[in-house]
């Protein structure tokens, strides 16, 4: 594949037709975002002024990130970034990319969250921070505080860059540790409105099968956990009657075959009044609510 500088409309193509020759889904797509990354632009930049050359310095760049990309390294990674609810996050090898299924469970913590009275979130497994932040920047309340957490140090530094670059950093709170234990410190039980969660929840059998761009370049520990994937719900569900105000929500992700296990797990647990279930842009049982009434 030829590489000497040209222009941004040559570029464009020659990259489009090597990312395709890879079955990298979407070329032209992909090669707009690897060419607009290079040029410190966005797609529709691009297009402003497509006649413009290249130096040999972008064209050398460009190359290099095409190469990446040809042996499944995900695009986010490559551009350091990925956008969710319409916000961008830096994104690294250290946290999970986030998906557009986690949109639903934003929207349906955000539909709980009722303007001015204060609320107190609890986040767990935080990753880059993407819900927390989204909740916090979206949400017509200001007088939201939310405590998240991971398990993983690198993962709350990038969390702590997100929320400080999209200045919800004085709302959010970070912590480190396993699950319900990062919170130790404080003394909140019972005070919380909500818990939302999207745990690791892909099981051992379906991981082997992930494909490539997934397996070999994203945190195992950000995908899963225990032999059917719900180890973490199932410890959340039990964790989550000590911190839960009555009325308060639990909000939990799920994958694909887990909602009537899950369901089961909440009615089993006694506490939880009202068992919601929310589908995905697939219709994939994809977010699953239970209201918190009192523990007996
Ligand atoms: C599926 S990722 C979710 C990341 C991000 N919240 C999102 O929705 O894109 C799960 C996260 O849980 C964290 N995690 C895994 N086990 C944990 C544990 N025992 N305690 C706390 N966090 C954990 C992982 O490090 C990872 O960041």
């Known amino acids: 594949m030829n590489y000497t500088p040209s222009n941004i409309s040559q570029t464009l ?25 290079c040029l410190k632009t966005d797609r529709t930049g691009l297009y402003r002024n497509p006649s ?15 190469q990446k990309r040809t042996r499944n390294i995900p695009m986010a990674y490559l551009t350091g970034r990925q956008e969710f609810m319409g916000l ?28 001015q009275k204060p609320y107190l979130i609890m986040e767990i497994g935080t990753g880059c921070g993407n819900i927390a932040v989204s909740l916090a920047k979206l949400s017509r309340n200001k007088k939201i505080k939310i405590f998240a957490s991971d398990i993983s140090t690198r993962a709350l530094t990038i969390a702590l860059q997100n929320a400080r670059q999209h200045q919800v950093s ?4 970070l ?20 818990i939302v969660s999207n745990p690791p929840y892909v099981s051992e059998k379906e991981y082997q099968q992930l494909p490539a761009d997934v397996k070999n370049y994203e945190p195992r520990l950000a995908l899963t956990t225990g032999k059917q994937g719900m180890a973490i719900h199932q410890r959340i569900i039990k964790g989550a009657g000590r911190y839960l105000k009555p009325g308060g929500h639990l909000i939990m992700e799920m994958g694909i075959d887990q909602v009537g296990h899950l369901k ?29 009434t009192r523990k007996s």
């Open 13 to 37: 193509t020659i990259t489009q037709k090597l990312l395709k020759k890879y079955r990298i889904p979407q070329p032209r797509l992909e090669a707009e975002l690897l060419l607009a990354h």
């Open 170 to 173: 004085d709302r959010i709170k």
């Open 88 to 115: 961008s996050f830096k994104v690294n090898r250290s946290v999970l990319i986030p998906r557009p299924e986690t949109e639903i469970l934003v929207e349906t913590t955000l539909s709980l969250i009722t303007p």
């Open 175 to 194: 912590f480190r540790g396993d699950l319900f234990a990062a919170f130790k410190k404080l003394n909140i039980a019972g005070q919380i409105d909500l």
């Open 264 to 292: 089961k797990l909440l009615e089993k647990a006694n506490y939880f009044d009202k068992i919601i279930v929310l589908p995905d842009y697939r219709k994939i049982s994809r977010v699953i609510v239970g209201r918190f």
């Open 52 to 66: 413009r050359c290249l130096t040999p310095t972008k064209s050398a760049a460009l190359k290099k990130l095409c």
